[in-house]
């Protein structure tokens, strides 16, 4: 059974302060992992998706990475309106289905 | 571009009670899908559909039916309401099944069971 697995599950930083989420997942042949962005009440809004290990990519302050095992979402001198929830999801199988992990709650303090 | 449609925004239900959450989307997707979002838990897929006339199970499907008549539109029926289906309901779409292919959202759907 896929597992995603992110951490930590809530985290705060000063406006400013760089930091890295976590995304680590067990599947069995990975199609993709992307991220997603949720404001409160709002829908899941994409934000990357990375394909093999080593691959990276970056929009504005935030920059993605994986691993064989794991992906990191680092994000680069915050500002509060970064703060949402963040969502890691993995696509296996030869249909489109997404398995998502619990999602980080990032608040960013001006 | 309206992009993922969903209605109603929120809803309270009586335990029993049945009732149909709309979605419908304008970007000619072929995929379009259920998920539900409860606290403390990632969203779990409920239903999918691969095209008009295809729907097949998800993570979490007992309690609900789905049918896609068209490209378009793609509801989510609940037979006869628990309060454990209260919840927060996301339809999704996308262009296919590739590998590449990026889920869009729509606003989302409280349900209230009581």
């Known amino acids: 059974e896929d597992q995603v697995t992110q951490s930590p599950e809530a985290l705060r930083l000063q406006e400013g302060e760089s930091s890295s989420l976590n995304c680590s997942y067990t599947?069995?042949?990975?199609?993709?992992l992307f991220w997603y962005r949720q404001d409160p009440g709002k829908g899941p809004e994409f934000l990357f998706t990375?394909?093999?290990a080593g691959e990276e990519k970056e929009k504005e302050r935030l920059k993605a990475t994986l691993t064989k095992k794991e992906s990191f979402l680092h994000i680069t001198a915050p500002k509060p309106e970064d703060s949402a929830t963040y969502l890691c999801?993995?696509?296996?199988?030869?249909?489109?289905?997404?398995?998502f992990g619990k999602g980080i709650t990032l608040s960013v303090r001006p | 571009n309206a992009g993922v449609t969903q209605t109603p925004k929120f809803q309270v239900l009586k335990t029993g009670q049945s009732m149909t959450l709309q979605c419908a989307q304008d970007?000619?997707?072929?995929?379009m899908s259920w998920y539900r979002q409860d606290p403390g838990m990632g969203l779990r897929l409920i239903h999918y559909?691969?095209?008009?006339?295809?729907?097949d199970q998800g993570e979490v499907p007992n309690g609900y039916n789905v049918s896609r008549s068209t490209t378009e539109d793609f509801p989510l029926r609940l037979l006869s309401a628990a309060p454990s289906q209260t919840s927060v309901y996301f339809c999704?779409?996308?262009?296919?099944?590739?590998?590449?292919?990026?889920?869009?959202f729509g606003s989302g759907t409280q349900l209230s069971v009581l």
């Open positions: 999704a779409s996308s262009k296919g099944t590739a590998s590449n292919e990026k889920l869009f």
């Open positions: 599947v069995s042949g990975l199609r993709g």
């Open positions: 990375l394909y093999s």
């Open positions: 999801a993995v696509r296996t199988g030869a249909n489109s289905k997404l398995t």
């Open positions: 970007m000619n997707h072929e995929y």
């Open positions: 559909s691969v095209g008009a006339g295809i729907t």
